[in-house]
C-alpha cells in the first residue's frame, strides 16, 4: 500500500541525443538521460560526452507544496562545473511563491548562505496537450550588489502530447544561471506513466 502511494503518478522518462562536436577532431557528443519524477519527486542522471570528455550529471529533489512550499534539492552537474546542496522554503500564493532559500556555497557542501528567492509557475491542459511554465529568482548576494549579478534563474518550459493516457512525448527546455554559469538544454523524450 505504501508503495503504491509512492509510486502513484510516477513518470518514467528516458532520452538519447548525439551530436557533432564543435571544436573537431573529437568523438561524437551524446547524453542519455534517465529519470522517474512526480509531483512530489523527481530523480535524474544523465551521462554525457561533450567534447571528448565523459561527464554525470544528478539532480534529486523532493517537494511539499501548500500553503508552503518546501523543497530540498541536491544537484551536481559536472558538464557545467555547478554543485550544490539547497532548501527553498517560501510561502505560497495561488501560482507564485516567495520566500527564502539556503544553498551551500561550495562543492564541499560546508558552507551555506541565505538569501531570497521566489517562482512563478502555471500549467495549461488543453485535450491532448500539458503545458507547463515556470521561473525560479534567487537575489544572491555578492560584494557588488549589481541586481544583473546577483540575479540567478532557473527557467522551464514543458510541453507534452499524449499519446495514450499512459505515454507522453515531450519538449523540454531549461535556461539557467546559477553559481555563475549560463546554460541552457533543449530536447525531446518520452515519458511512461507507472
Request: aromatic share 18%.
Amino acid at each position: 500500500m505504501i508503495l503504491d502511494s509512492l509510486l502513484a503518478g510516477t513518470i518514467l522518462f528516458t532520452s538519447f541525443a548525439m551530436r557533432t562536436p564543435n571544436i573537431q577532431p573529437n568523438p561524437d557528443d551524446y547524453e542519455f538521460s534517465l529519470g522517474f519524477s512526480n509531483q512530489f519527486y523527481h530523480l535524474n542522471r544523465q551521462w554525457e560526452r561533450e567534447l571528448g570528455n565523459n561527464y554525470i550529471d544528478d539532480i534529486l529533489w523532493f517537494k511539499y507544496e501548500s500553503k508552503f512550499y518546501l523543497k530540498p534539492e541536491y544537484l551536481d552537474k559536472q558538464s557545467k562545473s555547478v554543485k550544490y546542496l539547497k532548501l527553498d522554503w517560501r510561502k505560497t500564493l495561488k501560482y507564485v511563491n516567495f520566500g527564502f532559500t539556503t544553498r551551500s556555497d561550495d562543492d564541499d557542501l560546508k558552507n551555506y548562505s541565505t538569501f531570497f528567492s521566489g517562482q512563478v509557475k502555471r500549467t495549461a491542459e488543453i485535450k491532448k496537450w500539458v503545458i507547463l511554465g515556470s521561473f525560479d529568482g534567487y537575489l544572491v548576494p555578492n560584494d557588488n550588489d549589481n541586481f544583473e549579478e546577483i540575479l540567478e534563474y532557473e527557467a522551464v518550459f514543458d510541453i507534452k502530447y499524449k499519446l495514450t493516457e499512459n505515454i507522453l512525448i515531450y519538449n523540454l527546455g531549461k535556461f539557467n544561471k546559477l553559481q555563475g554559469q549560463r546554460y541552457y538544454k533543449a530536447k525531446i523524450g518520452l515519458e511512461f506513466k507507472l
